[in-house]
């Protein structure tokens, strides 16, 4: 099993414009989380889309992988959904990122230091990725994240498109 990170969107009713979430499934493929997408999508029927997607493999030099045993390691994986304001754009500019780190307060830091152009940048959302991916719901056995460090620097490996899911 692999863990996704997906960006969806799509319409709402009560919208002016498109909305937009981040969603994690475990699956085998990335086709294999259409329809767990569609039954939690909230916005208007039909109008859901897959906008962008990531297989977290590898984050920070460590490789990710799920196991059945919990990680004892002092390490562990976040999901730091951050804010801010660059001064061009009509909005507030967001920047999802996972990074590894040894607390919160740590991997907020690690995350913001990112965005360091913009102006008030700010934490929208951190969660620790094994919550964020609700492991203990999604399968028969409960799954654990484990990172291991192999000095690879590599992000995520992002597919950006429209993909409908109607």
Not at 60 to 88: H, I, W
Not at 123 to 141: I, K, N, Q, V
């Amino acid at each position: 099993m692999k863990l996704f990170a997906i960006y969806i969107g799509g319409e709402h009713a009560q919208a002016h414009v498109e909305v937009h979430d981040v969603r994690f499934v475990v699956a085998g493929s990335i086709r294999d989380t259409h329809d767990r997408l569609r039954a939690e999508w909230w916005g208007t029927p039909g109008t859901l889309h897959i906008d962008c997607w990531a297989e977290i493999d590898h984050v920070d030099g460590y490789k990710v992988e799920l196991r059945r045993e919990p990680s004892l390691a002092p390490e562990t994986l976040y999901f730091v959904n951050l804010g801010g304001y660059d001064g061009m754009g009509f909005a507030e500019q967001h920047k999802n990122m996972f990074v590894v780190a040894t607390s919160v307060a740590d991997a907020k830091a690690r995350a913001l230091s990112a965005v360091a152009g913009w102006k008030d940048a700010h934490r929208d959302d951190l969660y620790e990725a094994e919550r964020a991916f609700a492991l203990d719901t999604m399968m028969d056995d409960r799954l654990h994240i484990h990172l291991t460090k192999d000095g690879n620097a590599r992000p995520p490996r992002f597919t950006c498109r429209y993909t409908p899911l109607k």
